[in-house]
């Protein structure tokens, strides 16, 4: 068996983070908790951040993502459309939100954003759990039962 190319591993990355994200999608809506929809809205938020900044563009604040599976859509094509067009070693020049200039590379970039979003999704589990609530198995392992079922 050949080895995966880093393009490779980075969109199966990206689909698991959209499949993580869209387990979340149903309970976030449902249950209206609204300390667990300003994280999650975070996740959305800052995933947009950083792929527009892939495209060249620094957004000066937050932007207002929309809790639907149409967001989720969007920004997972917009990651592997990233993947499909700069290489893993390229920089990229962005600012931060309070502009300050950085450089990162798109590797670097596209790791933190999924991690980002694991990370946060760990804190909604955790809201979740303490008010009894149900919430879905999102690890990666689920994913990769999932994917290799199909």
């Known amino acids: 068996m050949e080895s995966p190319t880093w393009q490779a591993i ?40 950083w ?4 495209d ?11 809790v639907s599976l149409e967001s989720l859509d969007s920004l ?11 290489d893993y070693l390229t920089p990229i020049d962005y600012r931060n939100t309070m502009g300050q200039p950085y450089t990162r590379t798109f590797g670097d970039i596209a790791r933190h954003a999924m991690n ?10 955790q809201i979740f759990g303490s008010q009894g609530l149900e919430f879905p198995e999102t690890d990666y392992i689920s994913f990769a039962f999932k994917r290799d079922e199909a």
Not at 24 to 34: Q, T, V
Not at 56 to 66: C, E, N
Not at 116 to 125: F, L
């Open 116 to 125: 980002h979003g694991t990370y946060h999704r760990g804190q909604i589990r």
């Open 10 to 49: 980075l969109k199966e990355n990206f689909h698991y983070d959209h499949f993580a994200n869209s387990a979340w999608l149903s309970p976030i809506l449902a249950e209206e908790n609204e300390e667990a929809t300003k994280v999650f809205k975070h996740i959305l938020a800052a995933s947009q951040i």
């Open 76 to 86: 997972r094509d917009r990651w592997l459309a990233a993947a499909n067009r700069i």
């Open 51 to 54: 792929v527009t900044r892939l």
């Open 56 to 66: 060249g563009v620094s957004l000066s604040k937050m932007p207002d993502v929309a």
